[in-house]
């Protein structure tokens, strides 16, 4: 009886790992690849995770309604980073630390439109996504954006500036029409 258990037991651990594998498909898989050589997409954010937020008390009723301090949700925020050829657009709310003080303004996201410093892309056999890696350079900092696109249409990307503290955010790409 106590040998079927575990038998039973290491074949049910053994079926949820299986199952977390990813479910991509190859069209799925081959249509990432396509949309990323292409670079003619937008992604937009569902919800933020800043990292200076989480000892921070007091702030809950200054975020949108559905956030806490780990968690901001963006659901009802326009955002967006476009990629179109070699230009990329980007209008984000940020929710952190400003680290070097460069004077107060009403401009408290992360806008930027431009082409970036320099842009590297990375296919992930393995994971079967891609990493993206952007640098821009403002006219008070400097940014690195990492972003991770999957072929189930999510991504989830971070921003990590020479001024701000680093956040991350979680949300899906989509096609540019």
Known sequence: MFINLRKLFFFAIGMLFY???????????????RVVNETNFEITANSATPIAFANTRGLE???????NVANINLGSIQNY??????????????YGELQIVS???????LKFEGIPSDAINTFNTKKNNFLLMYEVK?????????????????????????SRTTIS???FWKVIE
């Open 19 to 33: 199952n977390c594998k990813s479910t991509a498909s190859i069209a799925e898989i081959e249509n990432l690849k």
């Open 61 to 67: 009723n200054l975020l949108p309604p559905g956030s």
């Open 169 to 171: 955010y979680d949300g």
């Open 138 to 162: 403002m006219k008070n900092e400097n940014l690195k954006i990492l972003i991770t696109m999957y072929a189930s249409k999510r991504c989830s990307f971070s921003i990590n500036s020479s």
């Open 81 to 94: 980073i476009k990629i179109k050829k070699d230009s990329l657009m980007m209008d984000l709310p940020y």
């Open 103 to 109: 004077g107060y303004n009403s401009e408290a996201g």
